[in-house]
């Protein structure tokens, strides 16, 4: 089971991004994916997750309203589309799988997801 984060960069404050979560072995039918960033210094927290039928997501306060988070699940992939970007934004940005028994459950709890990748820098700075 792989999970592959891209789309990480260097930009400036308002700019937008927008990372990737590439899975390959598994489908990610039953899996709720989510997205954490860790910055330097700092613990691993938690940013937003979507529901493995695609209907309920959440997200963390420091991103809601800025941040959205969608899946292709016939492409295997969960980006995270990064808007009005903050310095404070800026980190190590991994995806994780969380296999779950219910459509529309979706959880912010770190030690609840099963897989991980890697991850990719988002740096934000003038």
């Known amino acids: 089971v792989q999970l592959q984060a891209s789309g990480g960069g260097l930009v400036q404050p308002g700019d937008s991004l927008r990372l990737t979560c590439a899975t390959s072995g598994i489908t990610l039918d039953y899996y709720a994916i989510g997205w954490f960033r860790q910055a330097p210094g700092k613990e691993r927290e938690f940013v937003a997750a979507i529901a493995w039928g695609g209907d309920y997501t959440i997200y963390a306060v420091s991103v809601k309203g800025r941040f959205t988070i969608s899946r292709d699940n016939a492409k295997n992939t969960v980006d995270l589309q990064m808007n009005s970007l903050k310095p404070e934004d800026t980190a190590m940005y991994y995806c994780?799988?969380?296999?779950?028994?219910?459509?529309?459950?979706?959880?912010?709890?770190?030690?609840?997801?099963?897989?991980w990748g890697q991850g990719t820098q988002v740096t934000v700075s003038s």
């Open positions: 994780a799988a969380d296999l779950v028994g219910h459509p529309q459950v979706a959880r912010r709890v770190l030690g609840e997801y099963d897989y």
